[in-house]
């Protein structure tokens, strides 16, 4: 063969594999590089899927819950500061100090404003409020006569934060009696024109967590008189509510309080784990019924992947790049799509991770959403995964 024949050959076979837009599948089955576009839809492993709860419990968000005659939960706050000392340190030196003024602060992080009428009250606690006062010590404690405040907020405010100052006779509604050993703590109750439920940021919420400041006057040995404050900071922060829910083995379940995680577990073919590029890949989760929750306030789900199967205590990937979000609102019934295509990833390869997901919901025991969602025990609802793939495809050589 001579040389310009072997050039005209050549010549002939690059034309023959260019990419004719027009008629794309002219291309020879010889071309270099073809491959094959899958769509196919994986279903969870059967009764691998389930649902845990007891990860965080109310108060370990960034808000606490506080709602009335609302059909999602009826909650209260409540709030427990560091001690106040008796008296205060100065150069090396210790004085008694006057209380001129105490203020307390708290701040609204989310309401409802179609629901109008809002009223914030303020109840003295007992000093030993802690995480085994109940909903039922709540009904006892929240009195007319332990009303501290109330605040009307206005209509139009979906939040804000109210610092409320007390001097003179009004000392007496947050005076601490010696027996308390300094200890000062307050819960939160609401009313409104109709049942609703409110947000208020919690210790976790740095500047916009509760405070309780105490102004006070100080007296030196040299006869000059100081002003200080003292601020207190949360010792105990959380909510109580009236009834929990119950976990049903029969759905998938996230969010509440103590908060609920969900595992699904797929299978995951070696073809897809050793020669496929994955192109697009959505979780589709099916809530069987509409999501509860506070009107407009939006609540994400999230997905990741597992370092390991451990049933209720698989690690999540500590990679935030690998996790996932998809919007929640009260009242939901579409299909909640969660895109995955990046996870997949790490199914792949000679050390693949596990081909399961968590599913949480975030912000975790703030929110009063919690969505239930089919399992492969709910005929109809069960969870899909949605995969789009390019299969190699068998080249054959000249």
């Known amino acids: 063969m001579n040389r310009s024949f072997r050039l005209t050959a050549i010549a002939a076979l690059t034309l023959a594999c260019q990419e004719k837009l027009a008629a794309p599948v002219e291309c020879p089955d010889l071309c270099p590089g073809s491959f094959e576009i899958v769509d196919t839809v994986l279903s969870p492993v059967v009764d691998a899927d389930s649902s845990y709860e007891g990860y965080l419990s109310a108060g370990q968000g960034r808000s606490l819950r506080v709602s009335w005659q609302f059909p999602v939960s009826e909650d209260r706050a409540v709030v427990r500061f560091v001690a106040r000392p008796d008296s205060i340190t100065i150069n090396d030196t210790v004085y008694a100090y006057v209380l001129d003024s105490v203020s307390l602060a708290i701040t609204l992080a989310y309401r409802d404003t179609a629901v109008k009428g809002l009223v914030l009250y303020l109840y003295r606690l007992p000093p030993t409020v802690d995480s085994t006062f109940t909903f039922a010590d709540a009904e006892t404690a929240f009195t007319p006569a332990s009303i501290i405040d109330s605040i009307l907020v206005d209509d139009t405010l979906v939040t804000d934060r109210f610092q409320r100052f007390y001097i003179g006779p009004d000392l007496a509604k947050v005076s601490i009696p010696p027996g308390d050993s300094g200890v000062l703590?307050?819960?939160?109750?609401?009313?409104?024109?109709?049942?609703?439920?409110?947000?208020?940021?919690s210790q976790s919420a740095g500047t916009d967590a509760?405070?309780?400041?105490?102004?006070?006057?100080?007296a030196t040995s040299d006869s000059t008189t100081?002003?200080?404050?003292?601020?207190?900071?949360?010792?105990?922060?959380?909510?109580?509510?009236?009834?929990?829910?119950?976990?049903?083995?029969?759905v998938l379940t996230i969010g509440g309080a103590p908060s609920a995680r969900s595992l699904i577990r797929f299978p995951w073919p070696t073809s897809l784990r050793d020669s496929a590029q994955i192109l697009r890949a959505t979780l589709e989760l099916l809530p069987v019924n509409p999501v509860p929750g506070l009107a407009g306030d939006t609540a994400f789900?999230?997905?990741?992947?597992?370092?390991a199967d451990f049933g209720s205590k698989s690690p999540a990937t500590p990679d935030q790049s690998f996790t996932t979000f998809a919007p929640v609102v009260a009242g939901q019934t579409d299909t909640v799509h969660v895109e995955v295509q990046r996870m997949m990833r790490l199914w792949q390869g000679t050390q693949p991770l596990p081909s399961t997901f968590w599913v949480q919901l975030i912000p975790e025991t703030s929110s009063f959403a919690r969505p239930e969602f089919g399992s492969t025990r709910t005929p109809g609802f069960t969870p899909r995964l949605r995969l789009?793939?390019?299969?190699?495809f068998p080249f054959e050589g000249l």
């Open 226 to 250: 100081l002003v200080r404050t003292v601020p207190r900071i949360v010792r105990y922060g959380s909510y109580v509510s009236q009834s929990l829910p119950v976990l049903d083995p029969t």
């Open 301 to 307: 789900v999230a997905v990741a992947p597992v370092l």
């Open 185 to 201: 703590a307050f819960g939160v109750q609401i009313r409104a024109a109709q049942g609703t439920g409110v947000r208020i940021s």
């Open 210 to 218: 509760p405070s309780f400041i105490s102004y006070v006057t100080v």
């Open 388 to 392: 789009t793939f390019a299969r190699d």
